[in-house]
């Protein structure tokens, strides 16, 4: 199947593809080859970080697709350790060089760090974005009271808030938040880190429907208004799996169902640095 129909997501300025490739822990050559794989499938967006150390084998993967650079939307972000001015620029520089791609397609702060004033490391995202080193910017594991001042207070706007979002996870208050501001919300761990294919219900919707889980799970996402997904798989197989899932849609009832299979312990990425949760 051609994946060429993948939506993108109107944001503030930015057009980003409801289907990426997260790239957390693919390394060396496996990163290399599940980036240019992804890309020679139609997957258009890809997903790194200066915290994954992969942004030199990523970018090696985006060339060696043959996919022209203007038809790719890459994302990489900057550490929270690294959210003062003088070292969040270096760092964007760097991600820029590691993956020597010309330019970013969007710069997220990759979680928030009270230590920094906020205005400040807002202030080095709007001027990397005004220096031309990437198109877009935005937040990452920003909850809603956080969002709003960073959309308040930013000079350029935000084009998403990149969070763990899975149907274990109710981030109902969050989606409304960054739908208010006109934020794409992207899911990260959209498989809750491949828990949700073993999920009973999911499995039988998949058996009725003559889908995978996985594809059942990722079509609950983006079938939600402003939501993009970016699993992550080593396996090109799985790529294509989970990239097909724009050409079916759950019924009403089916949504429903999925959504009630949020659980308190649902959230699955909880580092000690993170922020108070929604
Ligand atoms: N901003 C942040 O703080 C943050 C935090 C976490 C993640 N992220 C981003 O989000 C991306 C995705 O999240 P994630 O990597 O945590 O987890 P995920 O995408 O929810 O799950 C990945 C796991 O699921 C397996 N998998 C993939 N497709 C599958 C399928 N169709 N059926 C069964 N298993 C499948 C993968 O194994 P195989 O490799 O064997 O296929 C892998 O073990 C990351 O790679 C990263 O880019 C961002």
């Given at each position: 199947m051609s994946?060429?129909?993948?939506?993108?997501?109107?944001a503030?300025?930015?057009d980003?593809?409801?289907f990426g490739?997260?790239?957390w822990?693919?390394?060396?050559?496996?990163?290399t080859q599940?980036?240019?794989?992804?890309l020679?499938l139609?997957v258009r967006?890809i997903d790194t970080?200066?915290r994954?150390?992969?942004?030199?084998p990523?970018g090696?993967g985006i060339?060696a697709?043959g996919?022209p650079r203007?038809?790719?939307?890459?994302?990489?972000k900057v550490w929270?350790?690294d959210l003062?001015?003088a070292r969040?620029?270096?760092a964007?520089?760097a991600?820029?060089?590691?993956l020597?791609?010309g330019?970013l397609?969007?710069?997220l702060i990759?979680?928030?760090n009270?230590?920094v004033?906020?205005a400040?490391?807002?202030?080095a995202?709007?001027?990397?974005?005004?220096?031309?080193?990437?198109?877009?910017v935005?937040?990452?594991?920003?909850p809603v009271?956080?969002?709003?001042?960073?959309?308040?207070?930013?000079?350029e706007?935000?084009a998403?808030n990149?969070?763990e979002?899975?149907?274990y996870l109710?981030?109902?208050?969050?989606l409304a938040?960054?739908?208010?501001?006109?934020v794409?919300?992207?899911?990260?761990?959209?498989?809750a880190?491949g828990?949700?294919?073993?999920e009973?219900?999911?499995?039988?919707?998949?058996?009725?429907r003559?889908?995978t889980?996985?594809?059942i799970?990722?079509?609950?996402?983006?079938?939600?208004?402003?939501?993009?997904?970016?699993p992550?798989?080593?396996?090109a197989e799985r790529?294509?799996?989970?990239a097909s899932i724009?050409?079916?849609?759950?019924?009403?009832?089916?949504?429903?169902?999925?959504?009630?299979l949020?659980?308190p312990?649902g959230r699955?990425?909880s580092?000690a640095w993170?922020?108070?949760w929604?």
């Open positions: 994946l060429n129909q993948i939506p993108t997501i109107p503030n300025g930015a980003i593809p409801a490739l997260g790239t822990e693919l390394r060396e050559e496996v990163a599940m980036v240019s794989e992804a020679r139609g967006h970080a200066r994954y150390a992969n942004e030199k990523v090696e060339r697709s996919v203007e038809q790719v939307f890459v994302t990489s929270w350790e003062e001015p969040f620029e270096a964007a520089d991600a820029l060089a590691d020597d791609i330019h397609d969007l710069l990759h979680w928030p009270p230590a004033p906020l400040d490391t807002l202030r995202l709007a001027a990397v974005k005004r220096k031309g080193l990437a198109r877009h935005g937040v990452a594991n920003f009271a956080l969002l709003d001042e960073a959309v308040a207070r930013c000079e706007p935000l998403c990149q969070v979002f899975h149907p109710d981030q109902s208050g969050l938040a960054c739908r208010r501001h006109g794409a919300l992207t899911a990260y761990s959209p498989l880190i828990r949700i294919v073993k009973p219900l999911v499995a039988e919707i998949a058996v009725a003559g889908r889980p996985g594809q799970a990722l079509r609950w996402l983006v079938q939600q208004d402003g939501v993009a997904v970016i992550r798989s080593s396996k790529i294509r799996e989970n724009f050409d079916f849609a759950l019924a009403e009832e089916e949504m429903a169902r999925i959504k009630a949020a659980r312990d699955f990425v580092p993170h922020p108070d929604d």
